[in-house]
């Protein structure tokens, strides 16, 4: 079975600045999406990067981007000039590639805070 | 084009009742997924319906089921409800195409306290 490990419990980042949030994962597929969702205090959950496997490419989405190291199974997330609407929970996710059903499976989260 | 809905937003019930949740995906989508989220299990997946079909099931007791119409619109239903099942269920949306078009789309959640 497909694991997704966070192992972050929480995180701190000053406003501006850049922080990296770690994601881990195991899989025996080869064709699989990586995703990294943002849950704000409002409780919706909020696509913010997504990565396909088979792309050695890193997804970049304005201030967001991933660092993909498909050997090491690792994807994690950089965000740059944090702002204070960052603070939110961010999910790791991962799903197997299309052809199969959606299921997601979740990293348990970071809890991201931005200060002033 | 609007997002995913999910009615209602807040709902209380008591042990043994049972409870129906409903989700509105993004029109043309497809595809409809429900997550479970609690602070001691995180994120869930219930099952996911595609074409009026459960395509996948999560590991939940038979006391959680669902379905969705012609229109794609979903529902899921809890039976005999515990108290274990107070979560956030949020209910996911996608086109079912290839590629980025298989993305998940999330609604606002439905938050079900049971007493």
């Known amino acids: 079975a497909q694991t997704v490990t966070q192992s972050q419990p929480e995180m701190s980042v000053q406003e501006a600045e850049t922080v990296t949030l770690s994601c881990t994962y195991d899989?025996?597929?080869?064709?699989?999406?990586l995703f990294w969702y943002k849950q704000p205090p409002s409780r919706q959950m909020i696509l913010v990067i997504r990565?396909?496997?088979?792309?050695?490419q890193n997804a970049t989405e304005n201030r967001f981007s991933v660092n993909f190291q498909k050997a090491a199974k690792s994807f994690s997330l950089k965000i740059s000039d944090s702002q204070l609407g960052d603070a939110a929970m961010y999910f790791c996710?991962?799903?197997?590639?299309?052809?199969?059903?959606?299921?997601?499976?979740f990293g348990t989260g970071t809890r991201l805070q931005v200060t002033l | 084009k609007a997002g995913v809905t999910q009615t209602p937003r807040y709902l209380i019930k008591t042990r043994g009742q049972q409870v129906t949740l409903s989700c509105s995906p993004i029109?043309?989508?497809?595809?409809v997924s429900w997550y479970q989220q609690t602070p001691g299990q995180g994120l869930q997946f219930l099952f996911e319906?595609?074409?009026?079909?459960?395509?996948n099931k999560g590991n939940f007791p038979g006391r959680f089921s669902g379905r969705q119409f012609s229109n794609s619109r979903s529902e899921m239903n809890v039976s005999t409800l515990e108290l274990g099942d107070s979560a956030l269920y949020l209910c996911?949306?996608?086109?079912?195409?290839?590629?980025?078009?298989?993305?998940?789309?999330f609604g606002p959640g439905t938050r079900l306290t049971v007493l």
């Open positions: 899989t025996s597929e080869s064709d699989y999406y």
């Open positions: 996710a991962y799903r197997k590639g299309f052809g199969t059903a959606s299921k997601l499976t």
């Open positions: 990565q396909e496997a088979y792309k050695q």
């Open positions: 319906y595609f074409s009026e079909t459960q395509r």
């Open positions: 029109s043309g989508h497809r595809s």
């Open positions: 996911a949306s996608s086109l079912a195409l290839a590629g980025d078009l298989d993305t998940q789309y």
